[in-house]
C-alpha cells in the first residue's frame, strides 16, 4: 500500500480530490483482476513498457500520473521496465511512493538515433526479492565462422539475476527495434531472433543458481526474456524467433488481449527458456487496462486547463504520455513446490 498522506501533497483540492476517487477505482479493479500478493508461497512477475518514463516532451508528469503508475506497480514484486529515460526522477519518484524496502537496478543510457536515449530496469520488493549481483547488458556475440562482428541491437538488452524462495531467476529484458509498421519488419525480426538465440546458446553461462564446486557447472535456474517486442500477432515470424529458440510462452499468456490500448498487438512477451525450475506458474496470468479506471474517455472534460500547454494533441493520445501507450503483462508463479520435489525424490529411490 503506499502512503497516502503524500495526498496532501497536491495543493489543487480539485486535483487532489480526482487522484484520490481514481486511485479508489484503480485499488478495486486491481484487487479484483491481480492475485493478493503473499509473503513466502507465490511470485508476481510483471513487465511494462512506461512510455517516455519520464522525458517531458509533451509535459512532464504529475503527482496524480506518479500516484496512479505507483499503485500499479505496488501490485507485483517483481517488475521489468522499459523506456526510462535519461532522467532518474521519474523512477525515483516511484520508488518513493512505493516505500525504502524497494529498489531498483538501471542501464546507462543508450546512446544513438535508434535508442532513443533510453535506459532498462528492474524494480523489486526487497522484503521478497533478492538481487544476486549479476547486471549486465548483452552483448551479441560474433558466432561460428562468421567474418565480421554482428550488428547490435539498438537497445542492448538488461540481464540481470535475483532470487525468490528457493528460485534462482536470470531475468533479460528487451525493448526490440520498431521499425516500419508492419508486422514482419526486419530488422525487428533480426533483433528477436538474435536476442533469444543468444540467450538459448549461452543458457548455462548465465544461470545465476549457485555453483557448488569449481569443476561443477551451476544448476538450471531459470532464464527468461521479458519486455517490449514489438511483436504484432503471436503468429507471426517474429513470435516464431521465440518459440523456435526453445522458449516457452506460458499458455495462461497465449490467449490474454494485446498489450497496446487497442489490445490488438501482442508487442509485450514473458517466456522462459525450455522448463522451470523451483518455481511453477499458478495459471494465473494477464494484462491489467488502467484506462478503463484512471484517465477514461468520460473523464476528458476534467483534464482540459492541463492539456491547455499542448493544444492539438489529442486526448487518446496525451493521456498515453501520462500513464502509457502499454498496458503491464503479469504473471504469478508459486514458490512452493516441496510436494512435485518429494514426489521426485519418492520416484528415484522406487527405481533404485
Known amino acids: 500500500m503506499l502512503d497516502y498522506a503524500f495526498l496532501q501533497q497536491i495543493t489543487d483540492t480539485a486535483i487532489r480530490s480526482r487522484t484520490t476517487v481514481g486511485l479508489t477505482r484503480l485499488r478495486a479493479a486491481l484487487s479484483a483482476e491481480i492475485p493478493a500478493r503473499t509473503a513466502t508461497d507465490t511470485l508476481l512477475l510483471a513487465t511494462w513498457n512506461i512510455r517516455e518514463f519520464d522525458a517531458g516532451r509533451h509535459g512532464w508528469r504529475d503527482d496524480e500520473a506518479y500516484y496512479y503508475i505507483a499503485e500499479i506497480l505496488g501490485r507485483f514484486d517483481l517488475i521489468a521496465i522499459q523506456e526510462v529515460r535519461q532522467g532518474l526522477y521519474a523512477l525515483q519518484r516511484v520508488r518513493s511512493l512505493l516505500g525504502a524496502w524497494w529498489d531498483y537496478l538501471v542501464t546507462d543510457v543508450t546512446l544513438g538515433t535508434a535508442g532513443n536515449a533510453e535506459r532498462m530496469a528492474y524494480l523489486y520488493d526487497r522484503r521478497k526479492v533478492a538481487f544476486t549481483g549479476l547486471a549486465a547488458e548483452l552483448v551479441l556475440p560474433r558466432e561460428g565462422k562468421a567474418q565480421a562482428e554482428p550488428v547490435q541491437m539498438a537497445r542492448s538488452p538488461y540481464i540481470a539475476g535475483f532470487r525468490a524462495g528457493w528460485a534462482d531467476l536470470t531475468l533479460a529484458t ?179
Open 174 to 352: 528487451v525493448h526490440i527495434y520498431y521499425g516500419q509498421a508492419a508486422a514482419a519488419e526486419p530488422r525487428r525480426l533480426e533483433e528477436i531472433t538474435a536476442f533469444a538465440r543468444t540467450l538459448a546458446r549461452h543458457a548455462g553461462a548465465f544461470s545465476g543458481a549457485p555453483q557448488e564446486c569449481p569443476d561443477v557447472a551451476p544448476g538450471p535456474g531459470n532464464l527468461i526474456m521479458l519486455g517490449d517486442f514489438n511483436i504484432f500477432n503471436r503468429r507471426d515470424v517474429t513470435m516464431e524467433a521465440i518459440t523456435r529458440a526453445g522458449f516457452v510462452v506460458p499458455p495462461e499468456l497465449q490467449s490474454v488481449p494485446g498489450t497496446n490500448v487497442a489490445r490488438d498487438k501482442h508487442y509485450d512477451q514473458i517466456a522462459w527458456y525450455r522448463q522451470l525450475s523451483q518455481i511453477s506458474p499458478t495459471r494465473r496470468a494477464g494484462v491489467f487496462d488502467f484506462f478503463a479506471h484512471v484517465y477514461r474517455l468520460e473523464d476528458e472534460v476534467q483534464y482540459a486547463a492541463v492539456r491547455a500547454p499542448s493544444p492539438g494533441r489529442s486526448y487518446r493520445d496525451w493521456r498515453t504520455y501520462r500513464m502509457s501507450d502499454h498496458l503491464p503483462m503479469w504473471i504469478e508463479l508459486s514458490l512452493e513446490n516441496g510436494d512435485a520435489i518429494l514426489a521426485a525424490m519418492r520416484a528415484s529411490v522406487s527405481r533404485e
